[in-house]
């Protein structure tokens, strides 16, 4: 059975102090897997898209990685506008497009 | 930037009432999607559409529950029956294929159902 599982479930950091989210999944032909942030009592907010093991996106502070069997959400110098729920997705090999979430990682960064 | 939009915000209903949540896609996507996340818990697929039909439903799915688009604007989520164990927020999200860059779904800002 398809399964994403993210730790951990919440994180504290101060400001400037970086650090790592982790997705693990198992999931029959990944099509992709989808970095999503989400603020309370919001819909989720895209983040990145990893294809294939071995590929890295970046946007500001934020690093994605994906390999066979997890991915990393690095955050480098977190500020506290980087406080949220951040959500793990994966895709599979399917024409139906279906997302299968993780529980998410709720980071707090405090000034 | 183009964005999902739905309505209502916020729904509050009684037990074995019907209700209709609304939602407006990207204007060149043609996948569409429901998903629901109950208070505390993980966004959960309900159902995805493309070309006027299901493509996949999940067992949440059941036959209380029907997806529409009425026009070529909105894609509406029809639950006939509600019960207590409804009471969530509903996400809409489209994308605009299902390979390469554009299966990347963005989702609407929710519906929050509540039943009484």
């Known amino acids: 059975e398809d399964q994403v599982t993210q730790s951990p479930e919440a994180l504290r950091l101060q400001e400037g102090e970086s650090s790592s989210l982790n997705c693990s999944y198992t999931v029959s032909g990944l099509r992709g897997l989808f970095w999503y942030r989400q603020d309370p009592g919001k819909g989720p907010e895209f983040l990145f898209t990893l294809y294939s093991a071995g590929e890295e996106k970046e946007k500001e502070r934020l690093k994605a990685t994906l390999t066979k069997k997890e991915s990393f959400l690095h955050i480098t110098a977190p500020k506290p506008e980087d406080s949220a729920t951040y959500l793990c997705?994966?895709?599979?090999?399917?024409?139906?497009?279906?997302?299968?979430f993780g529980q998410g990682t709720t980071l707090q960064v405090k000034p | 930037e183009p964005e999902v939009t739905q309505t209502p915000s916020h729904q509050v209903t009684q037990m074995g009432q019907e209700v209709i949540l609304r939602c407006v896609p990207i204007?060149?996507?043609?996948?569409f999607y429901w998903y629901r996340q109950i208070l505390g818990q993980k966004v959960e697929f309900l159902v995805s559409f493309y070309n006027n039909e299901i493509s996949e439903k999940s067992e949440i799915f059941d036959d209380q529950f029907s997806v529409e688009r009425p026009d070529g604007s909105n894609f509406t989520l029809k639950i006939r029956s509600t019960k207590l164990e409804d009471s969530a927020m509903y996400f809409c999200a489209s994308s605009e294929e299902l390979a390469g860059g554009g299966d990347t779904q963005y989702f609407g800002p929710g519906t929050r159902l509540t039943v009484l």
């Open positions: 997705a994966v895709r599979r090999s399917s024409n139906t497009g279906k997302l299968i």
């Open positions: 204007s060149n996507h043609l996948y």
